[in-house]
């Protein structure tokens, strides 16, 4: 239970560097901010990330990160963490209504 209160903490701090896990094994921003360019930006987990090498082989689907390092198709995420998608619109209601499946990657819906 501690753990989740400070994934729901990280997550209400970071919520603009959210990202879902795409059918490729990629990451996509939930919402991107500059959505002219950011909607083709994948991402991988860093290799050095406790995600990238979890031990339980279930990868994350959402995750909210601190930083992203490199371009194209070196991108990855580091300092992330797993977060459920529930929690997006509840901790940043003014940010994101809902995360449909399917749209990272993508404006969220008006």
């Known amino acids: 239970l501690e753990v989740e209160r400070l994934q729901r903490a990280v997550c209400a701090a970071l919520f603009l560097n959210a990202a879902k896990r795409l059918p490729n094994g990629a990451y996509g ?3 991107p901010v500059d959505v ?4 083709h930006v994948r991402f991988r987990l860093h290799p050095g990330s ?4 979890n ?6 689907d959402f995750v909210v990160f601190v930083e992203a390092l490199g371009g194209g198709a070196d ?3 580091v300092h992330n963490t797993r977060v459920r998608p ?9 940010y994101f ?3 449909p499946a399917g749209r990272a990657g993508q404006d969220a819906p008006p």
């Open 29 to 31: 921003l939930c919402r």
């Open 36 to 39: 002219a360019r950011a909607p």
């Open 50 to 53: 406790a995600l990238a090498i």
């Open 55 to 60: 031990q339980d082989g279930a990868p994350a």
């Open 75 to 77: 991108a990855s995420l």
């Open 86 to 94: 529930e929690w997006l619109p509840e901790l940043a209601p003014h």
């Open 97 to 99: 209504e809902q995360v």
